[in-house]
């Protein structure tokens, strides 16, 4: 038998076996050579750009760099060059052209364009009652901190029904931004622009005038808040006025304060601006008071016109609702009161201790915020020293919703 019959029966012997590999340069059929193919005998891999032993069709970051690879390619970055790496500002792991955020300073970049910060300087910000994420929070969508007869307090010199013990300042470093203020005259025969007080009572009962047994200088106290509203620029806040004077004689004393010229005008009928663009606008102090509204002063905003309030002085806890007590409940701005009176009339500083408690008004708090469907924007006390409302608040504004999981609350 020749050699050429011996090679053509081998070669029909291998052929009929299935026995070709040893002549297949591709045996895996994928159209890639053996020898350049890093997976020969698998159809669905040839490289392994990373040498990490996954094939680079099933392997989602093919470089190793830590960022996959679609990801690589809406960043614009080549996902087979390991030294082609994403660009991350704040090291979010989201890279700067699809990051909403690129500092890190919880203010969205177009946010800090629009407003003139800078979007790349985590510096460069604006910070709203302590956390820059507040500036996009709408004004009734935040929750105050509230004393009730602010001034009404120890440290003021109020030896009758006392509301506190600790006066303005004290109460602005504890993290009090609403105040609720009684204005009078010092008598019936003093009723000059000078003579305006923050007084406790009502001047026309048959009892003592208010101002005859305690009164707070109204030009000194308003004096001290524009002097601590200008040493704490991220800050919105809040007055609502018991009144008793002429709106003239208010004008006068909150023009002489200082305070007028940061005076927020809103309209009834428009949504609340944020709490940035408040700030940004110098215009942060919102003034309510409860005469209706005068177009020669539209800064005084007729408290039940553009808020309402819940019950207030009851003479048990058990009597406590989440109900309407004065304005119009389909304003979004509300107060959620929560002190007691004792049987005198007085505030009651044993109980306010009791539902002050921050389990106790932390739940009140939820449990009307559910019933009206709409956080409180206020929450007002009598002896606010003597409880949890500034962290009840913190709490109250680390949610989104009611039933947000309670976890939640300091984890932000």
Not at 262 to 277: C, F, N, Q, R, V
Request: hydrophobic fraction near 30%; include cysteine; glycine fraction near 6%.
């Amino acid at each position: 038998m020749s050699m050429k019959f011996k090679s053509i029966l081998i070669i029909i012997s291998i052929s009929l076996s299935g026995c070709t590999g040893i002549l297949d340069d591709d045996d895996d059929d994928d159209g890639f050579l053996d020898d350049v193919d890093s997976f020969p005998n698998d159809p669905d891999e040839w490289s392994d750009n990373d040498g990490d032993g996954i094939g680079d069709n099933e392997d989602k970051d093919d470089d190793n760099d830590g960022y996959e690879d679609l990801i690589e390619m809406d960043c614009f970055t080549d996902p087979l060059n390991l030294s082609s790496i994403p660009l991350d500002n704040d090291g979010d792991s989201i890279c700067d052209p699809i990051d909403e955020d690129i500092d890190g300073d919880e203010l969205p970049n177009s946010w800090e364009i629009l407003h003139g910060f800078d979007p790349y300087d985590a510096t460069d910000k604006l910070v709203c009652h302590d956390e820059s994420r507040y500036c996009l929070r709408a004004y009734d969508d935040f929750t105050f901190a509230e004393t009730h007869n602010s001034f009404s307090t120890v440290e003021d010199g109020v030896w009758m029904a006392v509301n506190h013990m600790t006066s303005l300042e004290a109460q602005w470093n504890g993290g009090i931004r609403a105040f609720m203020l009684d204005t009078h005259h010092l008598s019936k025969e003093e009723t000059t622009e000078s003579d305006v007080r923050f007084c406790h009572g009502d001047p026309n009962s048959d009892f003592l005038h208010p101002c005859s047994y305690s009164e707070v200088n109204a030009h000194l106290w308003l004096d001290k808040l524009h002097s601590l509203m200008n040493n704490s620029t991220g800050d919105v806040v809040t007055i609502l006025l018991e009144n008793y004077i002429p709106a003239n004689h208010l004008s006068s004393l909150f023009n002489h304060s200082g305070l007028l010229e940061l005076a927020y005008i809103h309209d009834a009928h428009s949504p609340w601006p944020t709490l940035g663009e408040m700030i940004i606008s110098g215009k942060r102090l919102v003034i309510f008071w409860d005469w209706q509204f005068d177009q020669e002063y539209p800064w005084l905003h007729h408290a039940w016109t553009h808020s309402w309030d819940t019950p207030y002085g009851e003479n048990d806890q058990s009597e406590m609702s989440c109900k309407l007590g004065r304005g119009d409940q389909n304003q979004p701005v509300w107060h959620l009161n929560n002190w007691l009176s004792s049987i005198y009339g007085f505030a009651d500083p044993v109980r306010s201790k009791q539902v002050n408690e921050y389990e106790t008004l932390l739940q009140r708090t939820l449990e009307c915020w559910e019933e009206n469907n709409n956080r409180p924007t206020f929450i007002a006390v009598d002896f606010w020293e003597d409880g949890e409302l500034t962290n009840v608040t913190k709490s109250i504004n680390n949610l989104n919703h009611w039933s947000d999981n309670q976890s939640d609350i300091n984890s932000k």
